[in-house]
């Protein structure tokens, strides 16, 4: 394709794009069965470790078991916070910078918008582990992040109402980055610069044999000199000896009608997060989000980012109940009291968390030729830019320049 095309091909609507990916990925496919790297899931992970992989001039074979991209995994939902002031841990701040680098080159490489710069907004107690853990990275890394008094918050911000006693801060270099979309790009970038993708092709085992890992699928049998899982939620089967340690939950979201819509897009409301000091976990949401610029679901999307109820990918119930709607609405009318209209769509999502909800970027204990992104615990998407990156760099040069030492396999004996 041509750098015209392509950039006509980045601003398509959702469906087309991925109508012009799947005719790609299928014009991809040859009757070879001997690769270079091997990647096991073409989602999140997997689509930016095939970019990266085929940039770098190798030969890449990316298998998914579904569609490109699809809902029944992690990535779906039209819009994935993207913040520098990390209060999960101060060491994933390098990463995010080189991840707002790459989110950067993949736009310009493709004239695709990928990062919404909308601000951030951060509401909680001092002492909560939100306000506490992103002002010490913003402090050590020099992350500019504003503090607000309550008048100027009631000024600027008016759609939400606080209890006394809650810092209230901006960090206005944070936003959006749109899930769907940047999967699409960066499996269609591989496939141009050589990849070859298979979807509706489920791994069903992996081994290795001397210097090479065969990968075996219901139809094929594939070798490779590398392997590189980014399986998601699926990665405790495909990993038994991680499994232990990875537990899958069933995350509900929902998109609702605002009663004034005009008072809810992205010119005058940005992303929040709300520490509720009377609920664990921590509220989440964004502006109205165009539907023929983003897809859908249409409305204003909101959720709880807590570990919901243990559950199993292949077999999660994905079916909403009642129950699931009112936590959500019960924090919307306590924090942004009448906005509430109706709720438009609900939908589930899977966490794949890890016991201290940090990644594992690593090789597979015991197997030096496979490679390992998985347990992103429900804060990962913003990070595949860069984690695709380093799967290419660790599974094909055995090393990163990334610092991510404190994401190996190792920690959790
Ligand atoms: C509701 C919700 C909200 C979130 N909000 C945010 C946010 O605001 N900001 C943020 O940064 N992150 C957020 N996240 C987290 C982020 O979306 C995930 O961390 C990220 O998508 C995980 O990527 P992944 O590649 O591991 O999984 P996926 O994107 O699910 O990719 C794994 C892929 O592997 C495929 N696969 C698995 N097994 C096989 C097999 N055997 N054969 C072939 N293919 C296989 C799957 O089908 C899938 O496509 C959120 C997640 C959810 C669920």
Request: net charge neutral; aromatic share 10%; with cysteine.
């Amino acid at each position: 394709m041509q750098a015209g095309a392509a950039l006509a091909a980045a601003t398509l609507p959702l469906p087309q794009l991925s109508a012009q990916v799947h005719r790609e990925a299928a014009q991809s496919v040859t009757s070879e069965t001997h690769y270079d790297a091997i990647v096991l899931g073409v989602g999140s992970m997997g689509s930016a470790t095939c970019y990266y992989l085929a940039r770098q001039g190798w030969r890449v074979l990316g298998l998914e078991q579904f569609d490109i991209p699809h809902e029944l995994g992690s990535h779906a939902g039209q819009s994935r916070i993207i913040r520098k002031a990390y209060f999960e841990h101060p060491d994933y701040v390098p990463l995010l910078e080189r991840a707002y680098h790459n989110w950067q080159a993949l736009e310009a490489e493709t004239g695709a918008r990928l990062y919404h710069k909308t601000g951030l907004l951060y509401f909680g107690q001092p002492g909560h582990a939100l306000i506490k853990g992103l002002r010490e990275s913003a402090t050590r890394y020099h992350i500019r992040v504003d503090d607000l008094t309550a008048q100027q918050q009631a000024a600027r911000f008016a759609q939400f109402t606080l209890p006394g006693g809650y810092d209230r801060l901006i960090e206005p270099d944070a936003g959006f980055v749109t899930p769907e979309r940047a999967v699409l790009l960066y499996t269609q970038r591989a496939l141009q610069l050589g990849a070859t993708i298979r979807t509706h092709e489920k791994i069903l085992s992996h081994t290795t044999s001397g210097n090479r890992v065969i990968v075996k699928t219901e139809g094929a049998t594939y070798q490779a000199s590398k392997l590189i899982i980014t399986a998601g939620p699926w990665a405790g089967k495909m990993l038994p000896q991680l499994s232990r340690h990875l537990s899958v939950t069933r995350q509900v979201v929902g998109w609702v009608k605002p009663k004034d819509w005009k008072k809810f897009n992205a010119a005058n409301f940005p992303c929040w997060t709300i520490a509720d000091h009377e609920k664990p976990g921590i509220f989440y949401g964004f502006p109205l989000l165009p539907t023929e610029q983003f897809g859908g679901p249409i409305g204003l999307k909101l959720a709880h980012h807590l570990h919901g109820a243990a559950t199993d990918p292949d077999s999660v119930n994905r079916t909403v109940t009642r129950a699931d709607e009112a936590a959500l609405i019960e924090v919307l009318e306590k924090f942004i009291p009448g906005a509430y209209a109706s709720t438009l769509a609900l939908k589930t999502c899977l966490y794949t968390n890890t016991p201290d909800e940090n990644f594992i970027l690593d090789f597979a204990p015991g197997q030096p030729n496979v490679v390992i992104a998985c347990g992103f615990s429900g804060h990962g998407f913003k990070f595949a830019s860069v984690v695709g990156e380093i799967m290419a760099d660790l599974a094909m040069k055995g090393t990163t320049q990334q610092p991510i030492g404190f994401l190996n396999a190792k920690r959790f004996g």
